[in-house]
Structures are given as C-alpha cells and as structure tokens.
C-alpha cells in the first residue's frame, strides 16, 4: 500500500451523501427475504450481484426499490444502519449525515415511524460506542407527485427531534427541483436544513433550480455544474459544498472512465467537493474505496486529499464549535502522517 493510500484509509473524514437503503449488502438482502417471506427476483447472492450492472440512474433505481422491499421491521432497519455504521468505524469515518427514504417503505405498507425508529436507534448507538456523530435527512423521491412529499413532511413533523434535514433524490430527468418549491419552502419554515441530488444526470438549470428554487445548502453530485462557467464560479465563491460520489458515477455512466470525474477540475476551481459513497452495496465500495478512486484515477496529490477530507467537514452541518474540533483532529492526524 502506498503512503498515500494509508494516508486515505487512517484519516479521519465525514461522509456526507449515503442512502442508507445502499447500503443493503446482497447477504442481508437474502436473510431478510427469507425471514420476512419476501419474494426476490434472485436465487443467490451471486445472481444479486450479477444484476448489478447498469448503464443509467434509472436502471439502478429499479433494483434499489426491489431491494428495499426486504425491510419490514424496525429491528431489520437497525440491522442495515448498524451494518453500515460498523463500516465506517472501520473506515474511521467520524461523522455521516445519512439519507433514508421513507416514502420507499410506507408506499409498501412499512410505517413511517418503523424505518425511522430503526435507524435513530442504530445512529444513537453508534455515537456511544463508536463516537461517530450523525444527521439525518429524510429524502421525498421526485418521480412521486408534490402533494405525496407534503404528506411525508407531515409525518416528519412528529419526528421533528430526529430528523435533522430535508433532501430530495430518486429520478432526477424529467422532474426539475421546482416541481417541490412549495414543499421546500414549508420544510423550511418547520426548520429543517434542506438540500438536494441535482446535476446528477439532469443539466446545469438543476442545479441552478435546486439553488434558487429549492433554497438548499448543499448539492448533492453536481457534477453537471460544470457545464455553465458562471454557475461554478456562484458555487465556488459563495463555498457551496458538493457531495460528490466517484464509483457511483462510473457504476451508472455518468462518466466512462474514473480519470474523466469532474471532481478535480472543480476541485482546482476552488468548489468545496466533497468525497462519499452514495449506494455502497451498489456501487462496489464504501467511502475510502471511493477516495481510492479518484486519487487514482485523477492523479491526485497529498494535498488534494488533504483539501477533501478537509471539505467533508466544512461542508457538514456540524457547528462552527463542532467544525474546528473535526478539522483540528484531522489536522492533528495528518502532522503526525506526514
Ligand atoms: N437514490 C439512491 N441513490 C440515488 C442517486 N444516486 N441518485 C438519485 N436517487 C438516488
Ligand atoms: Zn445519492
């Protein structure tokens, strides 16, 4: 392993863009199905596996609802959240903001409260015994209408507590941000931090809709930014972080070959890019994979990646307290790395 490599896997970071329901590996998706008696298109792990290969978002997103179908009980949601909070303890990943999909599991007859009970417990566990922090941001799926995400939104308002940010994710063509202006707008005024995918496969005008509609904090991907000049410069000067996720973006062909990523020219833009996983089951790696990638495939320096994990803090919703005792242990690790 080379020096940098260790440098990547020892480092303290944040992950800031993971579906927990990605997280599904095809060894739980199996056990589930058969103790919850819920019928798969698949007889193996390896045949799950070999369905993994997509040429487009959507192709990916039939098998992630496919997927999810397996998750019935609360104790099935603290399994999969556990599972992935495990991995990042391995990956000394020290703060995730994670997504959920509730609108995933009550179309199917799973209670709100179930999905959401499971994961709080396994997020609230994890910080005590592995001392990794979290928020949590509930997502509405855009290929569904406004009035079902204004729904949602009033199941949220009796979790308020627990989650922390609104977002928005699923079919991104054809389904501009302003579609859910209104129901940004409401979540706002009932306080949660709002962000949302754009750019993904959708153009430039997303993200500038997920902006100006949607009011967000943050883009998740973004990638497509990079197609309108001044668009990327309003993002580097205003530090507008991007979650951007490298493997997910080769797995659905949203680039052709890792050395073609946008991660770097934004990167040297001065955009506060961020590092993250996305759908790890999917997409064949979890965060430090990910960094692995890029670094490869874009020939990235030390400093890059020092200027990344870096960013995965910055472009957190931790506060400012929170922020510079992250960013100085990550400092602190890195002089003695060096
Ligand atoms: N849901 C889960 N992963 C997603 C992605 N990469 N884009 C849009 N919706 C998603
Ligand atoms: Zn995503």
């Known amino acids: 392993m080379t020096n940098i490599a260790r440098f990547i896997d020892e480092m303290p970071k944040a992950e800031l863009h993971l579906h927990i329901e990605g997280t599904l590996e095809p060894e739980?998706?199996?056990?589930?199905?058969?103790?919850?008696?819920?019928?798969?298109?698949?007889?193996?792990?390896?045949?799950?596996?070999?369905?993994?290969?997509?040429?487009?978002?959507?192709?990916f997103l039939d098998l992630y609802y496919q997927g999810m179908s397996v998750l019935i009980t609360e104790q099935d949601f603290f399994d999969l959240t556990w599972a992935y909070l495990a991995k990042c303890a391995d990956e000394n990943v020290t703060h995730v903001e994670i997504f959920f999909d509730p609108q995933?599991?009550?179309?199917?007859?799973?209670?709100?409260?179930?999905?959401?009970?499971?994961?709080?417990?396994?997020?609230?566990?994890?910080?005590?015994?592995?001392?990794i922090s979290h928020k949590l941001i509930m997502c509405f799926l855009r290929h569904l209408s406004e009035e079902q995400a204004f729904e949602t939104l009033a199941?949220?308002?009796?979790?308020?507590?627990?989650?922390?940010?609104?977002?928005?994710?699923?079919?991104?063509?054809?389904?501009?941000?302003?579609?859910?202006?209104?129901?940004?707008?409401?979540?706002?005024?009932?306080?949660?931090?709002?962000?949302?995918?754009?750019?993904e496969e959708g153009p430039a005008e997303y993200v500038h809709g997920a902006l100006d509609s949607l009011n967000v904090a943050r883009i998740d991907h973004g990638n497509n930014a990079l197609d309108d000049p001044a668009l990327l410069e309003r993002i580097a000067s205003e530090q507008i972080a991007l979650t951007m996720c490298p493997l997910s973006n080769l797995r659905l062909c949203a680039i052709d070959k890792m050395s073609e990523h946008p991660a770097r020219a934004?990167?040297?833009?001065?955009?506060?890019?961020?590092?993250?996983?996305?759908?790890?089951?999917?997409?064949?790696?979890?965060?430090?994979?990910?960094?692995?990638?890029?670094?490869?495939?874009?020939?990235?320096?030390?400093?890059?990646?020092?200027?990344?994990?870096?960013?995965?803090?910055?472009?957190?919703?931790?506060?400012?307290?929170?922020?510079?005792?992250?960013?100085?242990?990550?400092?602190?690790?890195?002089?003695?790395?060096?």
């Open 155 to 199: 199941q949220a308002m009796a979790h308020r507590d627990e989650i922390f940010g609104v977002g928005l994710d699923s079919s991104e063509l054809g389904h501009p941000p302003e579609k859910f202006e209104r129901v940004f707008k409401a979540a706002a005024e009932a306080g949660f931090v709002l962000v949302a995918h754009a750019g």
């Open 28 to 59: 739980m998706m199996m056990t589930l199905a058969k103790c919850n008696d819920v019928e798969l298109a698949y007889g193996s792990v390896d045949e799950i596996r070999a369905a993994y290969q997509f040429s487009k978002l959507q192709d």
């Open 266 to 338: 934004m990167l040297e833009a001065g955009v506060r890019v961020t590092i993250n996983s996305d759908d790890p089951s999917y997409f064949g790696g979890y965060v430090n994979a990910n960094y692995h990638a890029i670094h490869q495939g874009l020939d990235l320096s030390l400093d890059h990646i020092k200027t990344l994990a870096r960013n995965s803090y910055l472009g957190s919703f931790l506060n400012e307290t929170e922020k510079r005792a992250a960013l100085n242990n990550f400092d602190a690790y890195s002089a003695s790395a060096s």
């Open 104 to 131: 995933g599991h009550t179309e199917r007859g799973v209670a709100f409260s179930t999905a959401l009970n499971g994961i709080t417990k396994a997020l609230e566990q994890a910080e005590a015994e592995f001392g």
